[in-house]
């Protein structure tokens, strides 16, 4: 997140937004498993309804099968615009 609010102090990309890129390499299984739905669904809102950024799509890379199945349970906390990035 800290990386974000970086991103957000450059004019350009507030006005044009930007692609996220996640490289789930280093994310372990014992990470994955502190994450519970009510921490998912509060970032998400978080950063669907109040980070003042325009996302132009989250592409996530090296994506172990927990990340899968961490996506399958926030997908319907995801908005229709969202979902389609």
């Known amino acids: 997140m800290l990386s974000l609010e970086v991103l957000i102090e450059d004019p350009e ?3 044009n937004g930007f ?5 789930w390499s280093n994310f ?6 502190k994450l519970t739905p009510s921490i998912l ?3 998400i809102e978080g950063l669907q ?3 003042p950024a325009r ?3 989250v592409h996530f890379v090296n994506q172990p099968w927990y ?3 961490l996506y ?6 995801l908005k229709d615009k969202t979902r389609k990035r």
């Open 41 to 43: 669904k509060l970032a």
């Open 55 to 57: 996302f132009g799509g």
């Open 13 to 15: 990309l507030q006005i």
């Open 28 to 33: 372990s299984f014992k990470q994955a498993s």
């Open 72 to 77: 399958t349970l926030i997908k319907p906390f």
């Open 67 to 69: 990340i899968h199945a």
């Open 19 to 23: 692609i996220l890129i996640i490289d």
């Open 49 to 51: 309804d109040s980070f």
